[in-house]
C-alpha cells in the first residue's frame, strides 16, 4: 500500500473487520452535520487557533474537523465545528455528541468512549 492508514481492528470468528479512521471520521461528520445549529465543520488550517487543535496526520489525510484516538478499547472523538447564532451551544454540543455516538458505534460495532466537541465559531447565517 502507498499510503499507511489506521483501521480499527475487530476480530471476529472468521477473520476481522478493519475499519478506516477515514470511515470513522466521515461517519461523525455526517451524524454532527443533521444536528439542528450545527452549521460546518472547522476546516481553515491556514495559521489560525484550529492548528493548535487540529491532527497533522488527520488534516493530511483530508479528515479536517475531526480527530480519532483509537489507541485504548473504545474510540475517543475530538469534533471541531462552528455553530449558528442564535443557537444555545451546549444543547447543540450535547445533541452531537449524541448524534455521534450513536451513528459511530450503530454502523461499526466500535464502542464510542468520548465525544469532545469544540466549538470554534459561531456563523450569522
Known amino acids: 500500500m502507498a499510503e499507511s492508514k489506521e483501521y480499527m481492528t475487530q476480530p471476529e470468528e ?10 470513522i471520521a ?4 455526517g451524524a454532527v ?8 465543520m472547522m476546516t481553515n488550517l491556514g495559521g489560525s487557533v484550529t492548528d493548535l ?10 479528515v479536517r474537523g475531526v480527530k480519532i484516538d483509537m489507541t485504548g478499547t473504545a474510540l475517543v472523538l475530538d469534533l471541531y465545528l462552528t455553530v449558528r447564532y442564535g443557537t444555545a451551544i451546549h444543547e ?4 452531537a455528541q449524541k ?14 468512549g468520548a465525544v469532545n466537541i469544540h466549538v470554534g465559531g459561531v456563523t450569522l447565517d
Do not use: D, L, Y
Open 92 to 95: 447543540v454540543a450535547e445533541n
Open 99 to 112: 448524534a455521534v455516538s450513536s451513528a459511530v458505534e450503530a454502523m461499526t460495532g466500535c464502542p464510542v
Open 33 to 40: 452535520r443533521e444536528v439542528e445549529g450545527v452549521s460546518g
Open 53 to 62: 487543535m487540529s491532527n497533522k496526520k488527520n488534516a493530511q489525510k483530508g
Open 14 to 23: 472468521n477473520g476481522s473487520i478493519n475499519i478506516s479512521e477515514e470511515v
Open 26 to 29: 466521515a461517519i461523525a461528520v
